[in-house]
């Protein structure tokens, strides 16, 4: 009986993908891909050049600014973060119907909150209202939260 003879391109495991698939430190064998990968070298390092070069215009600029007296102020664009929340809830919302239920009633329950808002004119075709209620209850930070099931403002 002759010996069988490891392949040596199939990793030990044989789970794993073939190391001889992928040569390392070689070039490709196409030509034409061995001077894509050429000028794709040498474009990066033309672009890091390029950073290099304007990083330290940046650099010149802002100590020309700080000896001037001016010195970048480092202030962002747009709204600040976290600005904003501080307006209280769309009208309409869920949300804004629950502060109302729960403005002069003290401590209620999910479903009594529920059944407040619907009184107050809230509209909603929804089978699990005191789901959702009980949602928002849980989202509000100016809710206190008494007990299992029971809010208060």
């Known amino acids: 009986m002759a010996k069988r003879r490891k392949n040596s391109k199939r990793s030990s495991t044989g789970t794993g993908p073939s190391t001889a698939a992928v040569p390392r430190g070689r070039p490709p064998k196409n030509a034409a891909a061995g001077r894509l990968l050429a000028q794709m070298a040498s474009y990066r390092s033309t672009l890091l050049d390029d950073l290099d070069s304007v990083q330290s215009q940046i650099d010149s600029i802002e100590a020309a600014m700080a ?8 202030r962002r664009r747009g709204r600040p973060p976290g600005g904003g929340g501080g307006r209280g809830f769309r009208e309409g919302s869920v949300k804004g119907f629950i502060l109302k ?17 619907l009184k107050l004119g809230y509209g909603t075709d929804s089978n699990n209202f005191p789901n959702q209620v009980s949602n928002a209850l849980a989202q509000m930070p100016q809710v206190t939260k008494m007990g299992r099931g029971r809010y208060k403002l």
């Open 67 to 74: 000896k001037m007296g001016s010195a970048p102020s480092g």
């Open 101 to 117: 239920a729960l403005k002069g009633n003290g401590e209620m329950a999910v479903k009594d909150v529920a059944k407040s808002v």
